[in-house]
């Protein structure tokens, strides 16, 4: 894994710069609704440290009048701010993704402290997120643009409409850049959010608050609301005036949001979790598809949902490219995730942890082989040794279940057919990793996989104007580029007569 770090400050002071962010914003984190901060009366959660299981604060759950009173907001402000020219959207947004760059190394540090995510990898998010503010804010002046179909009686013409006020859940693995990658074109559309970040990380969802009342946005177009899922986030998703939901989470979750928003209708976007095969023919260029490998498995902490879980080998190479994966497994650096040098930090949560431990025990019981890793690392904090659990077989629960942590399983297979058999026999479909130096084998192994991302030869690399999002149990809908924008949307026709036809005439 490369070095990303931008900064000179050390990884003590960069962890004392998060704890006295966090300190800031008070011992209970509440919510932020119509450009003001609300204290709130809600039931309180600890917040945990990963790297040290200690309490950084509490979140407090939105009651029902709380949550009503943020929808409000967003609803008083969504009128104007859908009114607003598309270049004064633009405008204003450029100003967010600046403030962000300026706290970029802010952002990143609280992301430390409260994720459990690596400094090398944090200090990128937090710039991809002004990316994703940029990238949007410039779509604003021509998003609502549309089609001309002309037909012979009449003109007809397509514009978008934003839908209205609209709330965004988001999870805890890497919160900020998730948060702004929903937020920021819900905003570029002309849409009024409620956020409600995840109760594990929450913290610099409050940053994005700041960030946003220091670049004047209007009061309400912006709320953020914490607490629980089951509280917090099913009020906002049963509340009759949030027109759609954008969600990134566990598929468990997206199919108790489908059901919560079924009575008022809701649109859903959702982005859900993943079993992702990284396919690796006897021809490819193994050294990168080692290094490909194993950074989509181990960085992150294995906790990204597009992360390749299953390694499928050929038989041919299995036993050679599998003790090197061991290998390196075994000698990535784990520890304190403020320090740039570190390759995997903790697991979010004790009960993450112990979820991800209890798959070793599966592992065992099905008779794979546990090759590197296979246990938590004792003393404060969540970590997990990065581990690789060989000789699997496509049926297994190791290699059927999303374990989203720095656990990979390798399965052989004897050909095209059998890779792409054992690569779609799984509930999810999000992402796909192929290594070939086979063009033709490419093209016919990926137009075969159940995915809705392959990428072949490479790792995951993100073009912000291409389609995200997966098949299956991975999601409904697609996000990037104008895709975010059709479902922020509405999409009205008018049709306006030439004059020239008959009008039929009833009752004369
Ligand atoms: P989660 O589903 O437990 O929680 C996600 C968010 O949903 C949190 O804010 C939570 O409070 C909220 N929530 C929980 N229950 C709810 C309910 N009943 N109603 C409304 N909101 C509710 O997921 P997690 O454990 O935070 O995140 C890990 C999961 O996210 C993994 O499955 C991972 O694959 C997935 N993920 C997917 C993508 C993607 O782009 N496909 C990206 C990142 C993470």
Redesign the pocket.
Known sequence: MTDTMTTQTTPATRRARALEIVRGFGAELGHHIGGAAMESAGDAHDVLEPATGETLGRVRDATREELDKAVAAAKRAFPAWAALPGERRKELLHRVADLIEARAEEIAAVECLDAGQCWRFMAKAAVRGAENFRFFADQAPAARDGKALPSPEHLNFTTRQPIGPVGV??????PFM?STWKIAPALAAGCTVVH?????SPYSARLLVEIANEAELPAGVFNSVNG???TT??R??EHPDIKAIA?????S?GT??MR?GAETLKRVHF????KNPVIVFDDADLERALDAAIFMIYSLNGQ???SSSRLLVQRSIYDRFVEQVAARAKALKVGDPFDPATEVGPLIHPHHRDKVRSYMGVAEAEGARIAAGGAAIDGPGHFFRPTLIADAHGAMRIAQE?I?GPVLTAIPFDDEADAIRIANDVRYG?AAYLWTSDIGRALRVSNALEAGMVWINSENVRHLPTP?G?VKA??IGRDGGDWSFDFYMETKNVALAHGSHKISRMGV
Do not use: H, M, Y
């Not at 409600?196 to 594990?200: G, V």
């Not at 969600?247 to 598929?251: L, M, S």
């Not at 982005?271 to 993943?274: A, F, I, S, T, V």
């Open positions: 859940i988001t999870p805890w693995n890497t998730l409600k970040p995840a109760e594990w629980l899922g089951e986030g099913r906002l998703t969600f990134v989470g566990d598929t979750t108790a949001i919560q982005e859900l979790g993943g990204r949902c597009t999303e989203f999000l995200f997966g991975s999601g």
